[in-house]
């Protein structure tokens, strides 16, 4: 196609949302001229079905459970009086102790002011809040954001030297909906003893984001932490956003959350759109589902021309990745779909991967996220007539046109500017794209049975390491190898994992474990030292 036709084929195809300040370009996406016609009928049962579960249809069949984020940004929506409320109160309230930290009538013991905090969640709890406040942040925050986001211990260590002495002025957010999910739990245990070390009492500088009557909201309770949130069972913690989750942690971070909430509920308006082209979602979903087979036959990669926009394709990973990522269809039947999802920044991709886009093997197809705003200001030249911000955006065009001249295929999504409205409808377009995908290949977006079980075989592991642990210090002296000791707890089958575990203890001084090197690294003997 010379330049002519595809900029014929760009007027045709370009979606323009002057409401979002954004456009959706689809003409260097090959799908053939009866596409749309084709898909029709598949995409209006994905608008019945969106319609449904707006209204409040169980669609998380698994846990009986709504599914409401639609309701977070709109709380008229909501299928009863008391749920608007609890949406609208919430809401409120973040805002009120927001500004309570801010002008220092809630402050630390000792007279100071919060100047930090410190956000504790697992997956969605804390790639949303990490996302918003990479793409967000400025020099003036209110409060600077630090994260506990896995279980484990040398990076916890190392963002508590990062707060270091600033912990007496740091705020803590704990998020978790049941409460019990262990890395959340275990950051919390860990921040806990950091502010006992520092002689501060750690209930004095938390507040928790639950479901009510959860283990960790009873626990703050007692303690007497200085707030508690309230985490429904109806939204889902890679739709949590624009609930307590992600707003408590912007507000205070100085974010305008009205704008993040406006954005998406704008972006939820024009979604709703059933005329197929004008409604920007159920565009990307086409899209996804011809670009894969609808079997997710090619990966999506995620190209921000932004710095700020870095960790969106983390966030989308797994907003979209836990949601299409489906042994079963909805009728039982195995269907084994899903998208890989990944991405870098621009141009640092430039320097990286796009090497292999253009050249290696064609089993993907790229978004680029593009920002027409520079910065605020003018900016300097670095060239006569020429600016770091064209550069960014010549390299955008560049690779865009260069994929596509050796058939390989992108969608461009571009936005007017980096703001929380922005922000907010990007989140929202995303999460609605995810729906109306996965009505079009008949899955549950709204479970995660393949986390679940990530998580109990993680306690299986756990229970065969106390009883490793237990043999080791009842024979202490007796050096054991990993086959001797399965053989001697009944777990010969469990050989592997025994040895692993045996692997770790050794390596850290937590258990007491030392190892003495044998012929084999399959010889080597485990000793209980303490």
Known sequence: MDKHELWQRYKKYLGVYRELGMMLDISRMNFPADFFQVMEPRMQQAFDEMNDLEKGSIANADEKRMVGHYWLRNAELAPNKELSAEITFTVRAIREFADKVHNGELSPPGGSRFSRMLVIGIGGSALGPQFVAGSLGSAEDKLLPFFFDNTDPDGMDRVLAQIGSGLRETLTIVISKSGGTKETRNGMQEAKEAYKNKGLDFARHAVAVTGRDSELDRTATAEGWLARFPMWDWVGGRTSETSAVGLLPAALQGID???????????????????TLKNPAAVLALMWHHATGGRGAKDMVILPYKDRLLLFSRYLQQLIMESIGKEYDRNGNRANQGIAVYGNKGSTDQHAYVQQLREGVSNFFVTFIEVLKDRNGKSMEVEPGVT??????????????????NGRESITITVDAISPRTVGALIALYERAVGFYASLVNINAYHQPGVEAGK?????????????????????GKGFTAEEMAASIGCDEEAETIYRILLHAAANPDHGVTAEEGPTAFDKKFYCSS
Do not use: H
């Open 257 to 275: 959350i009205d704008q993040l909430l406006e954005g998406a509920q704008l972006c939820d308006v024009t979604t709703r759109n059933r005329e």
């Open 456 to 476: 109990k075989a993680a306690g299986v592991v756990l229970e065969l390491q106390g009883k490793v642990l237990a043999q080791l210090a009842e024979k202490r």
């Open 388 to 405: 770091s911000g064209d550069y960014l955006n010549g390299f955008l065009q560049g690779t865009r046109q260069a994929l596509y001249e």
